[in-house]
């Protein structure tokens, strides 16, 4: 014990010292104007927001090496200059009171939370992990982590979990937003590779939001949108009248989940009209032949009962794809957080297959991330496949990760890791004792959500690692570990072009809270495997080795020297093999129509549609959706609520879209409560009255705590990802 003492304290002191400074840029002209003193930078860097999927650039004002304000950067390829309300309160939530200072231990008899030092915090965490483990076998526990990491720490968890401490199972809160895109791309191109690049918003001629709404949850890459110059056609499939379909100039108010149908509906007239390009599909795909004659059943008069439109409507929209030269598809969580949300996903890829929609400027199926490092986590974290994509039941693969890492192969697991929903249904019958919550929130985010604060109770032994004591999750955790966030540490994100892009050290963690990275290496050495990870001594040693398992992958990045290439270029798009052309500042995949089959060929994929999991009826007569509420609130606000800016920007209070007709039937005004109850549990919140939702419809956003106690735990059979967007509700004044 002493030895490990001796040896935390050093590790500390290193960790918790100065900032990054081989990485800051040199002092030049700031354009910031008169500025107070304190607020006067002498000198800038630039890195990567760490909120959405958009990976905007963020020019850092430092004095004495220290941030103290920021602007968007001007020279960044991804902004352009421009920032969201989020970007510009990035650095806000560091300084939060609440933050997470020291390891917290919850006292048995009283049961409150208290300071503990990080010698004993290690040593119960490795004891109590063993302990599970030796009475209950290596699959009793689980991790669930976040997209919201650097990548070289997602890849050093999903190692240390598995290969060093011999357990099995871990998701990321990834699963709730791009698992069926991850899904989707894998199976339909050979591998999860998004095809496009910013540049495409503004070079198509007829963009498809389906399920999309950027105008509030990607502002900048709406506003590269504004920037086209060709006058496109703006398509908008979405039940509600969202920002986005406001300023679109067609907008398709369908039906809850009868987006696969319209799909599909799309399809067949496209293809029985000849609208396709027959060249592109004979040499590019497989599986045509079958889709074609499958979409025939989805006739103008089955589509248009299903999703509410008009036989019109369905042509037009068909015709201004066809009419398009440049045809992109975009979707987002309206799409992927659904019961039947692969199939949806590759319902929209199979119409930019079909159409020859592909590899071109302004085209593709193009799925857009949420978080500002889902990316990373569908490539590196050692989740659902192994480091850089490979498959851990195949045995060159395996070969060739033990073999770049330096690893025995037997140490590799074959067991399939749980999904999240399956972890949480492995606490509920008894399997999974220990859990392990890296920086996410579970507690409010997962659906059906008193039944899973309720399970947390079943546990053994559950540990949080976060920014903040105050989560929701961590008011259940039986350890608290404080971590340094986003600007408090070194590392890099993967935005949803593919773009590798830099995270710099410009703040101090508060107290003893420490980067996870650090928090990992630490754990590595109580446990007793320290020496498996020896090369990954620093977050750009990792960087490295993952340089050299991604060789020859189509996420190939051996070509990307080092941090200073990323910086320099204003990020890095990957792939990148060794010895590429030095980089284009935009590139899009599948240029020359080889996708990552064996045989080269994109794939057609489809089923039959599904009903609903909950349709209304006379006990629940309303169809709930959700989504993101305003471009100030990100998730479930452990951040974006630190911010008095923000928190001004968006209402504090849980509040539910109704339409005026139905607010009128059941005797409803703006600003009176509303009772809202599933068939899971019964929330409050302030009526909004307003026509952009559809009678029988109503709208609450995801942010507010409650709302997800609503819902319940459905998930596509593919992906696994859950259904947060559609259930059904009663609505009843509380005044009545």
């Known amino acids: ?61 430092l004095k004495d090496g220290k941030a103290i304000n920021l602007s968007a950067e001007t020279d960044y390829p991804v902004n352009l200059g421009m920032a969201c309300p989020k970007g510009w309160e990035a650095l806000t939530p560091l300084s939060a009171p609440d933050r997470a200072t020291t390891p917290m231990l919850r006292n048995e008899e009283t049961g409150v939370l208290e300071p503990i030092d990080w010698e004993r915090a290690l040593v119960l965490f490795c004891e109590r992990f063993k302990e599970i483990k030796a009475k209950h076998g290596p699959e009793s526990c689980a991790f669930l982590s976040s997209g919201q990491i650097v990548t070289e720490e997602m890849a050093l968890l999903g190692a240390l979990w598995k290969f060093g401490m011999g357990f099995v199972h871990c998701d990321s809160n990834t699963r709730q937003c791009m698992a069926t895109s991850h899904v989707a791309y894998k199976q339909s191109f050979g591998f999860d590779a998004p095809p496009f690049t910013y540049a495409d918003f503004e070079e198509s001629d007829v963009l498809v939001f389906v399920g999309s709404n950027p105008c509030i949850a990607h502002p900048i890459m709406w506003q590269r949108v504004m920037r086209n110059p060709h006058s496109p056609e703006i398509i908008v499939v979405d039940p509600r009248k969202t920002e986005t379909a406001m300023a679109a100039t067609q907008h398709y108010a369908i039906q809850p ?142 070969k060739k990760v033990a073999g770049v890492l330096g690893l025995d192969e037997s140490v590799i697991p074959r067991e399939e890791a749980m999904a999240y929903d399956q972890i949480v249904d492995g606490i509920r019958d008894g399997r999974i004792k220990g859990l392990w919550v890296i920086g996410t929130n579970s507690s409010h985010s997962w659906v059906h959500q008193n039944e899973f604060n309720e399970l947390l109770g079943k546990l053994d032994f559950l540990v949080v690692q976060d920014l903040y004591h105050t989560t929701a999750t961590a008011r259940h955790a039986d350890l608290v570990l404080p971590a340094a966030g986003w600007g408090e540490k070194e590392g890099t994100f993967i935005n949803s072009e ?67 290439m990323i910086d320099e270029r204003g990020g890095v798009q990957w792939p990148l093999p ?59 606000g452990t951040r974006t609520d630190k911010s008095d800016v923000l928190c001004q920007l968006a209402p504090t209070e849980i509040y539910i879209e109704i339409n005026p007709a139905d607010a009128r039937q059941i005797g409803i005004e703006t600003g009176e409560e509303v009772r809202i109850a599933s068939r899971r549990a019964e929330i409050v919140a302030r009526a909004f009255v307003t026509p952009t939702i559809s009678p029988g419809q109503a709208f609450i956003p995801m942010h507010y705590e409650v709302m997800n106690q609503l819902l319940a735990c459905v998930v596509d059979p593919h992906s696994r990802q859950p259904s947060f967007k559609c259930c059904t509700v009663r609505l009843v004044p509380v005044s009545r």
């Not at 593919?498 to 508060?510: C, D, H, N, S, T």
């Not at 498996?532 to 490295?544: G, K, L, N, T």
């Open 257 to 398: 989940k009868s987006d696969l149908v319209l799909l599909y509906g799309l399809a067949n007239i496209l293809a029985s009209s000849g609208w396709i390009d027959r060249d592109y599909i004979a040499a590019h795909t497989s599986g045509f032949h079958d889709f074609a004659e499958f979409v025939t059943q989805f006739t103008t008069e089955r589509v248009c009962a299903e999703t509410g439109l008009t036989p019109d409507e369905l042509w037009h929209f068909a015709q201004s794809i066809h009419d398009g030269k440049r045809v992109s598809f975009w979707w987002t969580m309206g799409v992927n957080q659904g019961h039947e949300s692969t199939r949806t996903a590759q319902a929209i890829i199979n119409l930019a297959l079909m159409t020859g929609s592909m590899g071109r400027p302004g085209t593709g199926a193009n799925s857009i991330t949420g978080q500002c490092n889902a990316m990373g986590s569908r490539l590196y974290a050692n989740i659902t496949s192994l480091l850089g994509g490979y498959d851990a039941a195949d045995d060159a693969d395996r």
């Open 498 to 564: 593919r773009r590798f892009g830099l995270v710099k050290k410009v703040a101090k963690a508060p107290g003893q809270a420490l980067a996870d990275f650090h928090i990992l290496q630490l754990i590595a050495h109580y446990w007793g495997c320290s020496g498996m990870f020896s090369r990954w001594s620093s977050p750009e040693a990792v960087f490295q080795l993952l340089k050299e398992v991604s060789r020859d992958q189509p996420c190939d990045i051996a070509g990307i020297t080092d941090y200073h």
């Open 578 to 636: 060794e010895g590429a052309a030095p980089p284009e500042v935009e590139r899009r995949l599948f240029a020359d129509g080889q996708y990552f089959h064996p045989d080269g060929r994109a794939r057609f994929l489809f089923a039959a549609p599904r009903p609903a999991p909950e349709m209304a009826d006379a006990e629940y007569p309303f169809v709930l959706l959700s989504g993101r509420g305003s471009s100030a609130q990100w998730h479930t």
């Open 1 to 61: 014990m002493n030895a490990l003492v001796n040896t935390i304290r050093p590790l500390l002191r290193q960790w918790q010292g100065p900032l990054t400074e081989e990485l800051v840029r040199s002092p030049g002209h700031f354009g910031l104007g008169q500025v107070p003193e304190r607020l006067a930078p002498d000198d800038t860097t630039t890195m990567v927001c760490g909120f959405c999927s958009t990976g905007c650039g963020l020019k850092i004002h």
